[in-house]
């Protein structure tokens, strides 16, 4: 957990050096933000129901070159069990992507890439879900160049988990609005975000999320 | 034998010189020879001769001059009969060939000219004479034509064509003695002569209670003298393919609305696609209905039907350079009318009386 959050401090770190560089190059436009979820964790172990929630926050950087696009998101938080749930062990939540993608229309960009979330209990393994997905983003715009709206679906075509282990299936999708201030390198994006893992004769586990993302678009 | 052919060459001249004589006292004669018996009171007889006189009908018949005096004798001679219907029915034709006749005071007596003057003002006629052949600038120049009238009385003229249709009003009010037709040679529209073939100026006269009484009537023939008189065509207006569209259109307001309304219905959709059989939260409204309401707001801020000031100036200058083409063009059609000079032939006038005397 603190290797991972260090690994995510670096990598923060490492966003403004790299715009520098890529600014010599003036093709690519990278933009970064962080965002602030309130996560839902439903989880279905055997025959009963568990529901935790929390905040989630998460840095993201995306690198642009033509068609081509990058992603990167990292994010951390905790979640707990709701009033009137059984008395549960709290949960660290860690979770990220790394996805590359491609603009196929202004409007529609393909992605694949793989993206993992875990959930640490103290004194109990780590459960983790990993996922190799292939996505699809179609954004509309409302008021061009300021206003977005956006719809993005995902579908895992590999997955596993680490405990129990054994192969998993997934999907999922987020969609909501983005917001870019005129004449400003700033942004905004309000989201609501679902997905789901399963495995086969196993429960499944779902994680809802509600999330206000804001950002800064150093190099353009 | 030599002297019974002289009897005979002599008999011949007498018959063939017989009907002359007779055709000369059936003319001018039995004027003279019905005047006599009406100075000497003998009205039966006056009557017979002025009737004969007035219906002769070959080279001895009467002059127009010698008709009117005939018949203003012979309605005296039909009231001193007592046979007034007839005296009116005369007078009335002295009217219609003569509206401007006046009978001699120092000859008749005033029971005649009180009849007289009673039958002319209830006869609207009016009469006149365009000069036979003229020529005229179209639009510079006018056809003048005297109309004379039996008594005061409304009118209307109207130069027409041969099927009747009125190709323009000359003249429409009142009328007392006399009046001057002036035509300048331009149909209804002031701007061009009519084409060249036959027409006629149409003089209606209208009793007290406005009917029509009688139509008095002017052949003319139209023809082209020299100058053009036919027109050119007037520019087509603007075509719609030119003209920018006035009021914002509804299709952007639409393409701003269908992305937010698309996903914020999407929104809160995705948990059943998702993850079907589990309690969503309501967050996918919360971030559904603020997309659709920022759709909503883009589309209304596209003022889908609002007037679009650029595109009115522009369509108002196309128009405005349309209308000024038009006036052009008439006015060039104009100066070619002026340009053109026009014949007119005009023919004998006659009286018509539509639903009889």
């Not at chain 1, 008395?87 to 793989?114: N, Q, S």
């Not at chain 1, 309000?190 to 196993?202: S, T």
């Not at chain 2, 008095?216 to 053009?228: D, T």
Request: aromatic share 6%.
């Amino acid at each position: 957990m603190r290797r991972a959050l260090i690994f995510a401090c670096a990598a923060a770190a490492c966003v403004p050096a790299v715009a520098v560089r890529l600014h010599a190059q003036s093709r690519w436009e990278v933009s970064i933000g962080a965002s602030g979820a309130r996560e839902i964790v439903r989880s279905r172990p055997a025959s009963t129901r568990e529901r935790r929630s929390g905040l989630v926050f998460t840095g993201e950087a995306v690198a642009t070159r033509g068609r081509l696009i990058a992603r990167l998101r990292y994010g951390q938080g905790h979640v707990t069990a709701d009033t009137g749930t059984p008395l549960l062990p709290r949960r660290d939540v860690v979770e990220g992507e790394a996805l590359v993608g491609y603009k196929a229309r202004p409007w529609l960009t393909l992605w694949v890439g793989p993206h993992a979330r875990t959930f640490a209990v103290s004194g109990v393994s780590d459960r983790r879900w990993l996922f190799w997905s292939g996505r699809a983003t179609a954004r509309g715009s409302l008021f061009p160049g300021r206003v977005e709206s956006f719809v993005e679906l995902w579908q895992g075509f590999s997955g596993r988990l680490s405990r129990p282990a054994g192969s998993a299936t997934g999907r999922g999708a987020e969609a909501g609005l983005e917001l870019r201030l005129a004449r400003r390198p700033l942004w905004a994006r309000l989201a609501y975000r679902i997905d789901q893992g399963r495995v086969a004769g196993e429960p499944r586990e779902t994680v809802e999320a509600l999330t206000l993302t804001v950002g800064y678009v150093p190099l353009r | 034998m030599k002297r019974a052919l002289l009897l005979l060459a002599g008999l011949w001249l007498g018959v063939s010189a017989a009907p002359s004589a007779g055709a000369a006292q059936s003319g001018a004669a039995l004027l003279t020879q019905g005047v006599r018996a009406y100075d000497d009171l003998e009205f039966d007889q006056a009557a017979g001769l002025l009737r004969r006189a007035l219906a002769v009908q070959s080279g001895e018949a009467l002059a127009p001059p010698d008709v009117k005096r005939a018949l203003i004798y012979l309605a005296a001679t039909e009231l001193l009969r007592e046979h007034r219907d007839s005296a009116v029915a005369t007078s009335r034709r002295l009217v219609l060939l003569d509206p401007r006749f006046r009978p001699d005071e120092l000859i008749f007596p005033p029971q005649v000219l009180t009849l007289y003057e009673a039958v002319r003002r209830a006869t609207p006629v009016v009469t006149g004479r365009a000069p036979p052949d003229t020529t005229i600038h179209a639009g510079s120049e006018e056809l003048a034509m005297r109309l004379y009238a039996s008594a005061f009385h409304d009118i209307t003229a109207k130069l027409v064509g041969e099927d009747g249709r009125a190709v323009r009003t000359l003249y429409t009010g009142p009328i007392a003695d006399s009046l001057v037709l002036r035509w300048n040679g331009l149909d209804s529209t002031g701007t061009r002569a009519p084409p060249p073939g036959r027409y006629a100026i149409a003089v209606s006269s209208f009793d007290r209670q406005g009917r029509l009484a009688r139509i008095f009537r002017v052949p003319l023939e139209l023809v082209q003298v020299f100058g053009r008189i036919d027109t050119l065509p007037h520019p087509a207006p603007p075509a719609d393919s030119l003209l920018w569209s006035e009021r914002q259109p509804m299709g952007p307001a639409l393409r701003a609305l269908a992305p937010g309304a698309l996903a914020g219905v999407a929104i809160a959709l995705l948990p059943s696609v998702v993850a079907s059989g589990e309690d969503a939260s309501g967050a996918r409204f919360v971030v559904g209905g603020t997309v659709t309401i920022a759709g909503i707001a883009a589309a209304l801020s596209r003022h889908p039907g609002r007037a679009i000031p650029a595109n009115v100036a522009h369509n108002d200058t196309l128009r405005a350079a349309w209308r000024r083409d038009v006036d052009d063009v008439a006015r060039r059609n104009a100066a070619r009318a002026r340009e053109a000079m026009l014949g007119i032939r005009a023919g004998a006038p006659v009286v018509l009386t539509p639903e009889g005397p």
